[in-house]
């Protein structure tokens, strides 16, 4: 099969567009067709993109970990998928990812693919999907009535944050540049502020939430912000205890963990019409190296997909 091989974290030359072997499904795994995939201009840098949980080196790994695509083949123990289905999901992050024509996937992690959905849009709901739904209602417990202010709401990760809290019934403050206020708008955000003119803690004051998928010198300015006892969640980098306890409020990091049942959550209200991913670009798995090109010069709006092959099987 064709893949994308890392041999490194120098830049998006590092990423090598070549023959792999296929995998093969383990016990309760099972083997995908990928159609598309996602670029996560952070992953050449994670730890787990180079060693197992283990401890063992892994050698020009393939990037990837939103997929969609087709079940093929299901290993032993698999319950509730089945060959032929289309799926999306969030693989482990120690895994080859789907940057490839077929990956392996844990049948836990796998749900079915939103019916309103082709491949390429479904794609890119898995890890931005999941982070936001993590962090808004697993970690801040976020209700109706809440207010919350959203750093880098144009992102992936930020866009569906939006909708997530709107639909919840929640205050959406949103920090974007000029370009995305008309966008953020239709995704349902009460007050955009332009960080390019102004400073958010002039106009912020006292909400139950901020939620930072930006990190930096944001962070340090958004502690003011919170009400005393709320929550300052970041996404991007761990906030310091120090001054969260200076500030009164709380203070938490996470890691987006793969969860079947909250991507069939997810998928629902997407075919509701509540919810709706949003693409920055398509780009052939060829041409990996110039998507990840994209996507470090930051400033997208929403996801950057590798399209792997159409949805009549051609590459």
């Known amino acids: 099969m ?64 939103d997929v969609s695509g087709e079940v093929v083949e299901v290993g032993p123990d698999v319950t509730g998928v089945a060959v032929g289905e289309a799926v999306y ?6 895994r080859d990812g789907a940057a490839a024509e077929y990956t392996v996937a844990r049948a836990t992690d796998v749900a079915p693919k939103p019916r309103t959905l082709g491949h390429i849009q479904a794609a890119g709901v898995p890890l931005v999907g999941l982070t936001a739904w993590q962090a808004l ?27 997530m809290a709107k639909w919840a019934g929640a205050t959406v403050v949103a920090t974007a540049s000029a370009r995305n206020h008309a966008f953020l708008r239709t995704l349902g955000a009460d007050e955009i502020i ?23 010198e ?5 502690w003011r912000v919170v009400k005393k006892g709320g929550l300052l969640l970041s996404v991007f980098s761990p906030p310091s205890q120090e001054q969260a ?20 959550h997810i998928g629902n209200l997407i075919d509701a019409g509540q919810l709706r991913p949003i693409t920055e670009r398509v780009f052939p798995l060829s041409e990996t190296s110039q998507a990840f ?23």
């Open 89 to 94: 999901a969030l693989t482990e992050f120690w």
């Open 245 to 264: 306890a200076a500030f009164g409020v709380r203070a938490f990091f996470f890691v987006v963990k793969p969860n079947r049942e909250q991507l069939i």
């Open 218 to 222: 944001t962070v340090a300015r958004s």
């Open 194 to 216: 332009d960080y390019t003119t102004t400073r958010f803690e002039d106009v912020v004051r006292d909400v139950d939430l901020v939620l930072d998928t930006v990190g930096g």
């Open 293 to 315: 090109e994209q996507a470090l010069q930051g400033h997208t709006r929403g996801k950057i997909i590798l399209r792997v092959e159409d949805e009549e099987g051609r590459g």
């Open 137 to 163: 209602f697993e970690h801040a417990g976020l209700t109706s009535g809440q207010s919350l202010l959203i750093h880098g709401a144009a992102g992936g990760v930020g866009s569906m944050a939006v909708q």
């Open 2 to 65: 064709k893949a994308i091989h890392l041999y490194g974290q120098s830049g998006p030359d590092q990423c090598v567009f070549e023959d792999a072997p296929q995998p093969q499904p383990g016990v309760g795994e099972v083997l995908i067709r990928v159609y598309a995939t996602s670029v996560m201009w952070q992953e050449p840098t994670w730890s787990e993109t180079w060693k197992t949980p283990a401890g063992i080196e892994r050698q020009h790994p393939i990037p990837g970990h």
